[in-house]
Antibody, heavy 115, light 108 residues
Framework: QVQLVESGGGVVQPGRSVRLSCAAS????????MHWVRQAPGKGLEWVTIISSDGSIKYYADSVKGRFTISRDNSKNTVDLQMNSLRPEDTAIYYC????????WGQGTLVTVSS | EIVLTQSPGTLSLSPGERATLSCRASQSVGSNYLAWYQQKPGQAPRLLIF???TRATGIPDRISGSGSGTDFTLTISRLEPEDFAVYYCLQYGGSSWTFGQGTKVEIK
């Protein structure tokens, strides 16, 4: 079955960087667009970014544009999210997800931006 | 960016009752690329409906989606205990995807 396993979360200071990674299995990875979606504690879902199946097209939410970068390695079945210039409002559970629309989700990794 | 507004914020109903959730878009959603998700505490969301009205795999037929353009509805015909959760709509397919703020369906 489909498995998406996120890693890389933790506590990070404002202004610093962190890189999240997602390992995918159970499906033909290079056939699917991949996303990151986040959820601040006690809040709703926020779509963050999408990368096309071949990695050639990337879109971002305005709230992260210029600070976050999505990438994928179809040889390793992984998708990463490089998060720079982090702000307290970036604190959230970050979900790796696939499909259009999103049909499968990981369990998420918590990123806390705090001094 | 398309803004999705869900109403009501909270719906208090009893098992067996009908639930009607609304999702209104600030501009027309292209190709009816509108999906609905259910999320329970501590869990990742689950896809219920895509293309405004197509049920995802394994979703029971008491759950249905309708609408087009800017007005969309999720209907649960008879609430089961497992249906009490938060529901989100999502517009997708363009360069900027957006979720609604969610509707909580709680037990009355």
């Amino acid at each position: 079955q489909v498995q998406l396993v996120e890693s890389g979360g933790g506590v990070v200071q404002p202004g610093r960087s962190v890189r999240l990674s997602c390992a995918a299995s159970g499906f033909i990875f290079n056939n699917y667009a991949m996303h990151w979606v986040r959820q601040a504690p006690g809040k709703g879902l926020e779509w963050v970014t999408i990368i096309s199946s071949d990695g050639s097209i990337k879109y971002y939410a305005d709230s992260v544009k210029g600070r976050f970068t999505i990438s994928r390695d179809n040889s390793k079945n992984t998708v990463d999210l490089q998060m720079n210039s982090l702000r307290p409002e970036d604190t959230a559970i970050y979900y790796c997800a696939c499909g259009s629309p999103v049909s499968e989700w990981g369990q998420g990794t918590l990123v806390t931006v705090s001094s | 960016e398309i803004v999705l507004t869900q109403s009501p914020g909270t719906l208090s109903l009893s098992p067996g009752e009908r639930a009607t959730l609304s999702c209104r878009a600030s501009q027309s959603v292209g190709s009816n690329y509108l999906a609905w998700y259910q999320q329970k505490p501590g869990q990742a969301p689950r896809l219920l409906i895509f293309g405004a009205s197509t049920r995802a795999t394994g979703i029971p037929d008491r759950i249905s989606g309708s609408g087009s353009g800017t007005d969309f509805t999720l209907t649960i015909s008879r609430l089961e205990p497992e249906d009490f959760a938060v529901y989100y709509c999502l517009q997708y397919g363009g360069s900027s995807w957006t979720f609604g703020q969610g509707t909580k369906v709680e037990i009355k």
